[in-house]
T-cell receptor, first 116, second 113 residues
């Protein structure tokens, strides 16, 4: 079983709808959580970064972390065709005393298609 | 500020040939990562550097892959000899102090024929 699970999609939504993405994980040491957007033939672009549990909002994007459930979410409001991309969740441990503290673990990515 | 720069963007080689990828991280970033991304998958770590030191290379196939980061700035990843299964996108990323966010380059798409 992978440490980070993410539904690959594709997830198709009409323009203006809310896109809801999520990942589950098994490693309770994960403390830092990130969402990346990756367009075709491009490198991943950092969208959101959160530490520990809670919510974070940035424009149309909201990231949520529920450490008790080992579950993170990304919501995109008022979705646009330009939001069509693959969204990757990533996370890493927080304790600097472990060798793996700097190692980012990624989900497989969810492909999102926003139709006009 | 320039982002992470990788070259080349694309490379096509015949199997058993050597290939090298180059990465220049964001200025001031001490941590540098090389990731491998197969089609439809998330990136997987190959090696992580803290300055010049490789602190995590457990996923690097050392029989054919090698990497170096001389002077703690830019880095080179080499494959020799390349195999058909090495066809993938090779991503470089860097992060600053405390390893908070990691920023990625555009990647090198390798095709081995």
């Amino acid at each position: 079983q992978k440490e980070v699970e993410q539904d690959p999609g594709p997830l198709s939504v009409p323009e203006g709808a809310i896109v809801s993405l999520n990942c589950t994980y098994s490693n309770s040491a994960f403390q830092y959580f990130m969402w990346y957007r990756q367009y075709s033939r491009k490198g991943p672009e950092l969208l959101m970064y959160t530490y520990s549990s809670g919510n974070k909002e940035d424009g149309r994007f909201t990231a949520q972390v529920d450490k008790s459930s080992k579950y993170i979410s990304l919501f995109i409001r008022d979705s646009q065709p330009s939001d069509s991309a693959t969204y990757l969740c990533a996370m890493r441990p927080g304790a600097m005393t472990t060798d793996s503290w700097g190692k980012l673990q990624f989900g497989a990515g969810t492909q999102v298609v926003v139709t006009p | 500020e320039a982002g992470v720069v990788q070259s080349p963007r694309y490379k096509i080689i015949e199997k058993k040939q050597p290939v090298a990828f180059w990465c220049n991280p964001i200025s001031g970033h001490n941590t540098l990562y090389w990731y491998l991304q197969n089609l439809g998958q998330g990136p997987e770590l190959l090696i992580r550097y803290e300055n010049e030191e490789a602190v995590d290379d457990s996923q690097l196939p050392k029989d054919r892959f090698s990497a170096e980061r001389l002077k703690g700035v830019d880095s080179t990843l080499k494959i020799q000899p390349a195999e058909l299964g090495d066809s993938a996108v090779y991503l470089c990323a860097s992060s600053g102090e405390q390893n908070t966010e990691a920023f990625f380059g555009q990647g090198t798409r390798l095709t081995v024929v």
